[in-house]
């Protein structure tokens, strides 16, 4: 199987963590949560999580766009 597109449902301790790396490694990643609010909570994670990459894998700055540009948000 050759996947190109990951959903994850849920942005909580668990699924940030797998929508952001899955997003990091390439893949268009759709985060479904049940509504805005839990979803702003999720993109603020994601920036900590982005910073924790620089920090620890020495992540580039183009990686890190990429992977923000790999995420989507919804709620319906």
Known sequence: MNFKNVTVAGSGVLGYQIAFQTAFHGFKVSVYDINDEVL?????????????????????????DNTFNNLSYYSN
């Open 40 to 64: 702003a909570k999720a993109k603020a994670k994601f920036f900590e999580l982005s910073e924790c990459y620089k920090r620890d894998i020495n992540a580039t700055q183009e990686q890190l």
